[in-house]
């Protein structure tokens, strides 16, 4: 089993920046695949950014066009959300998710079904 805890939300204007936090605790020697989501108010869950093992290959939802980037530190059990240019639209709880995968491959998952193991949320709010 493997937990996560997500921080780093908070309110923020348009415009600004937010880097999210993902820590994860538990079996994290087993080789997980890491996703960002959001969840806006009466939306679904939709996706953000995903990032294999090794951190070599990543991905992210359409509508993030260039603005935030994911990484991860393996060392440390955490992967990060650097957002910015922050739009009101952002606004949302965002979800850390780990999905079980190979240390060789390159898989990520964009897909919510393709994930194991979620955190709590956390929210980040942009105003205008």
């Known amino acids: 089993q493997v937990q996560l805890v997500e921080s780093g939300g908070g309110l923020v204007q348009a415009g600004g920046s937010l880097r999210l936090s993902c820590a994860a605790s538990?079996?994290?020697?087993?080789?997980?695949?890491m996703g960002w989501f959001r969840q806006a108010p009466g939306k679904e869950r939709e996706f953000v950014a995903a990032?294999?093992?090794?951190?070599?290959?990543?991905g992210y939802g359409e509508f993030v066009k260039g603005r935030f980037s994911i990484s991860r530190d393996n060392a440390k059990n955490t992967v990060y959300l650097q957002m910015n240019s922050l739009k009101p639209e952002d606004t949302a709880v965002y979800y850390c998710?780990?999905?079980?995968?190979?240390?060789?491959?390159?898989?990520?998952?964009?897909?919510?079904?393709?994930?194991?193991?979620w955190g709590q949320g956390t929210q980040v709010t942009v105003v205008s």
């Open positions: 538990g079996r994290t020697f087993s080789p997980y695949a």
């Open positions: 998710a780990a999905g079980a995968t190979s240390r060789s491959s390159r898989w990520y998952g964009t897909r919510t079904g393709e994930y194991d193991h």
């Open positions: 990032v294999n093992w090794s951190g070599d290959s990543t």
